[in-house]
């Protein structure tokens, strides 16, 4: 019986969704792809001239790499500071929050709000509240992948 | 025994003897510019935290509510107000100053109708003879609370709506004794006609099984049709009884949601297009930004407090039925997977 | 032809971000995680590799690169072993890492935040 209760409200909730939809605008799909496109792509390339620039200046290509994502991190933790990247993120949309420069927006931007809070549990605690997980599932994963291609090659497969 | 009414009558008809709200910096930009009695020039109002920022919107509308009524703050015997942070931060630092008794009240951003109510009862009841009431919300605290850091980068889905940084308060009193006339652009002054609490409509909580937070309008859209339908029934009106039908924040989504629900309840549809608005799409211009509109406690509460108490005294609305809507989720809600459910309580006031 | 190859793949990969947000109600920490996992997964099966050789930063640089960085680097300290692999994919990451958290934290003692402009 309570399943049936269930399963009817279930039922209720889901056509009331589909019902509140039609009143809903759509998101502009087209427009906003395009700008991510455009944007990210843009930021990819600029990233490549600088990568260039390093190389050409005696780094190695590894070096050079890491100094362009430190580059870029530094840019966009700078303009959340002064307020400037979500403004931009706004319109630029994945443009800029799929590069590396919105991870780096996702640490100040918490932190920056919580600086009333004390610098140590209010920023210091707050910088990874958004980026945590992203790093916790980016270390933790990498580990994984790391011990299965350790056992594999102890089994001699790899 | 029948139906349980949901609607109070009250006898002694409560007097709103002052009001006073406040608008934010975007808000004072707004649509609803004039109607406020103060507008900031800077949304942290000269405070370090956006907390008490908070309070001090409210604690100003409160002791400028109790001053424009001619009360002092040892008259007053009981203040009932709310916001939307946890433990009701605003409300209870805005009480430690101000030495009434107080009651703190969580309706989400259907705080404005349930502190009229629960005022009204008391004032009618004769417990008290002046009761001041109030509820506030901020764009800045509410947004870091409830969804994300202001200078995090995100695009807001075109359901979304903003949480106004506005502040509103009211007087009730067992007789009139506000101000009686007002000056006017021109120099000459109006007559200003008595506001009275006449009957209020306790909501019920409606969950449609909405689970998105950026769906808000649609979510407390059922809660306003249920509980306008039942005052309607309890008071046997009909749409036509009110000069203005206004709920508190559906946004534009749900007032449209709202419009065709009612036409579906068979009310008449060209009593719905006259009559009834919505606070959240009146309190910002569409250029503004704010996607679905307005919301938060202050939404309505300013505008209950600024345009239609304004309006009323002037003689210009006669009888108003006010509507605050409140989505009841919590900070964790959301994560645990549990939809939103929604609220609405009626007052209806009547200018005579 | 680097730079198209970078422009392109770099946006494609946005474009992968934004259909994300914008179709799914996936809010913004969860797709960018979402993202950092694929990198991990695709270049564990060696998928991703050639992908930043072709476009160089465009595939480095949007987060499935970071995740791919991660990947690499403790596939590398296979031949180390436990500990290889243990501290290999932080290693690799370490400048981002780093960088992020000690100018991030400067960043925030700086500044404050603004209200609605």
């Not at chain 2, 306008?228 to 749409?239: A, F, Q, S």
């Not at chain 2, 579906?264 to 503004?288: F, H, P, V, W």
């Not at chain 3, 290999?88 to 603004?114: D, E, H, Q, R, T």
């Given at each position: ?36 496109f ?56 994945a ?17 920056l ?9 209010g920023v ?35 | ?20 709200s ?6 004072g ?78 309706g ?14 008391l ?28 200078e ?24 009139g ?38 769906q ?28 203005l039908?206004?709920t ?15 036409e ?26 704010v ?21 009323m ?9 006010i ?6 989720l ?23 | 032809?680097?730079?198209v ?14 259909i ?31 992908i ?65 402009r």
């Amino acid at each position: 019986m309570d399943k049936k209760k269930q399963i009817e409200k279930k039922d209720i909730s889901k056509a009331y969704s589909k019902y509140a939809d039609r009143f809903t605008p759509k998101p502009k799909y087209f427009k906003n792809i395009i700008k991510a496109f455009v944007i990210g792509g843009a930021l990819c390339a600029a990233a490549m001239w600088l990568e260039n620039k390093f190389i050409a200046s005696g780094n190695s290509q590894e070096d050079a790499s890491a100094y362009v994502v430190i580059i870029l991190i530094m840019a966009a933790q700078l303009l959340t500071g002064l307020g400037v990247f979500d403004t931009i993120a706004k319109h630029a949309g994945a443009g800029v929050i799929v590069p590396i420069t919105g991870f780096a927006n996702s640490m100040v931007a918490p932190a920056l709000e919580y600086k009333k809070e004390g610098v140590v549990l209010g920023v210091g605690g707050k910088l990874f509240s958004l980026a945590g997980p992203v790093l916790v599932c980016g270390i933790t994963s990498s580990i994984l992948v790391g011990l299965i291609y350790l056992m594999l090659d102890k089994l001699g497969i790899g | 025994m029948g139906r349980k009414r949901q609607t109070i009558f009250f006898e002694n008809k409560p007097y709103i003897s002052s009001a006073y709200s406040i608008g934010g910096k975007k808000e004072g930009d707004g649509p609803l510019r004039k109607w406020f009695d103060m507008c900031l020039n800077d949304d942290t109002f000269g405070e370090k935290t956006w907390e008490k920022a908070e309070s001090k919107m409210l604690k100003t509308a409160m002791t400028e509510a109790l001053r424009r009524g001619g009360r002092s703050v040892e008259e007053a015997g009981a203040m009932l107000s709310g916001d939307l942070l946890n433990q009701l931060m605003s409300s209870s630092f805005m009480a430690r100053d101000m030495h009434i008794p107080f009651l703190g009240m969580y309706g989400a951003c259907s705080t404005m109708t349930e502190s009229l109510i629960l005022g009204s009862v008391l004032v009618d009841g004769r417990y008290s003879d002046d009761v001041v009431i109030g509820a506030s919300s901020h764009y800045c605290t509410a947004e870091r609370q409830f969804r994300m850091p202001l200078e995090h980068g995100n695009q807001r889905p075109p359901s979304a709506q903003w949480t106004a940084t506005a502040a509103g308060a009211m007087l009730l009193s067992s007789c009139g004794r506000g101000e009686a006339a007002e000056a006017i652009d021109d120099g000459s002054y109006i007559e200003l006609r008595d506001v009275r609490v006449e009957a209020g409509t306790i909501g019920k909580v409606i969950d449609a099984g909405v689970k998105d937070a950026n769906q808000m309008g649609s979510a407390m859209t059922p809660a306003a049709v249920d509980t306008l339908l039942n005052h309607m029934e309890d008071t046997g009106r009909d749409l036509d009884h009110y000069d203005l039908i206004l709920t508190g924040d559906l946004g534009f989504i749900g007032k449209d949601i709202m419009r065709d629900l009612l036409e579906g309840a068979g009310l008449n549809k060209a009593d719905i297009e006259t009559r009834y608005d919505d606070c959240g799409t009146m309190i910002y211009e569409s250029q503004q930004d704010v996607h679905s509109g307005g919301s938060g406690c202050g939404c309505s509460a300013s505008t209950f407090a600024g345009y239609v108490y304004k309006k009323m005294r002037r003689g210009e609305l006669d009888r108003v039925l006010i509507m605050s809507t409140g989505a009841l989720l919590s900070t964790i809600s959301p994560f645990q997977g549990e939809s939103i459910p929604g609220i609405a309580h009626a007052v209806s006031l009547v200018s005579e | 032809m680097d730079y198209v190859w970078a422009f392109i793949v770099g946006g494609a990969i946005c474009v992968v971000g934004q259909i994300l947000m914008d179709a799914t109600k996936l809010t913004t920490p969860r797709v960018l995680v979402i993202l950092v996992l694929s990198g991990v997964i695709l270049q564990a099966l060696q998928i991703y590799q050639p992908i930043v050789d072709l476009a160089g930063t465009g595939a480095r640089v949007p987060l499935p690169g970071f995740g791919y960085n991660l990947a690499k680097g403790a596939i590398e300290g296979v031949p180390q072993g436990l500990l290889g692999v243990i501290t290999g994919g932080v290693k690799a990451a370490a400048g981002g890492i780093s960088i992020a958290i000690g100018w991030g934290y400067l960043m925030a003692l700086i500044f404050n935040p603004k209200s609605v402009r």
